[in-house]
């Protein structure tokens, strides 16, 4: 079982930054992929950025070159950093992983964008 832990959303400005983490706990060894998703009501939900154990990043149109993912092994945790945010980045955003027993979900975490 693999449990994840989001943290570091909240109300920011247009333009502004945050951070997102993602601890990860249990068989974190069987990790292969973390990504980080979006979901607004009433719309699909959105893979925003990805994370392979080989350190192969991947984003989504609609954040690259704004949004980095990066990971700490000694912390089991991924990081999505968030910068030049714009009102339609809010969302709750979710860490994924992908591993041997399959897709873990976290909590989610409440980004707002708003002036």
């Known amino acids: 079982q693999v449990h994840l832990v989001e943290s570091g959303g909240g109300l920011v400005q247009p333009g502004g930054s945050l951070r997102l983490s993602c601890e990860a706990s249990?068989?974190?060894?069987?990790?292969?992929?973390t990504g980080w998703y979006r979901q607004v009501p009433g719309k699909e939900r959105e893979l925003v950025a990805s994370?392979?154990?080989?350190?192969?990043?991947n984003y989504a149109d609609s954040v690259w070159g704004r949004f980095t993912i990066s990971r700490d092994y000694a912390k089991s945790t991924v990081y999505l950093q968030m910068s030049s945010l714009k009102p339609d980045d809010t969302a709750v955003y979710y860490c994924?992983?992908?591993?041997?027993?399959?897709?873990?979900w976290g909590q989610g975490t409440q980004v707002t964008v708003s002036s």
């Open positions: 249990g068989s974190i060894k069987s990790i292969w992929n």
């Open positions: 994924v992983t992908d591993s041997i027993i399959g897709k873990s």
């Open positions: 994370i392979t154990s080989g350190g192969t990043t």
